[in-house]
């Protein structure tokens, strides 16, 4: 058994914050899809998608001391 208590163990932001990670994917790719076809922004809007691993990193990232 270790000291750190439950809340450093979970997400940041507990439910929301998996909630969170859970719905940034979609979004992400809603937002590529609507610039893709409506600005053919094809070439840059794939940037998007980065925020999958970034929203995921701060979630459940290192842990918060």
């Known amino acids: 058994m270790t000291n750190e208590s439950p ?3 979970g997400p ?5 914050g998996a909630t969170v990670v859970a719905i ?3 979004v992400a790719l809603v937002v590529f ?3 893709g076809f409506t600005l053919g922004a ?3 809007a794939w940037v998007f998608f980065l925020a999958i691993p970034i929203v995921a990193l701060i979630v ?4 918060r001391s």
């Open 24 to 26: 940034v994917p979609i």
């Open 7 to 9: 809340s450093q163990n």
């Open 33 to 35: 899809l609507i610039l």
């Open 60 to 63: 459940y990232g290192p842990s």
């Open 42 to 44: 094809w070439a840059w």
């Open 12 to 16: 940041l932001g507990g439910r929301t």
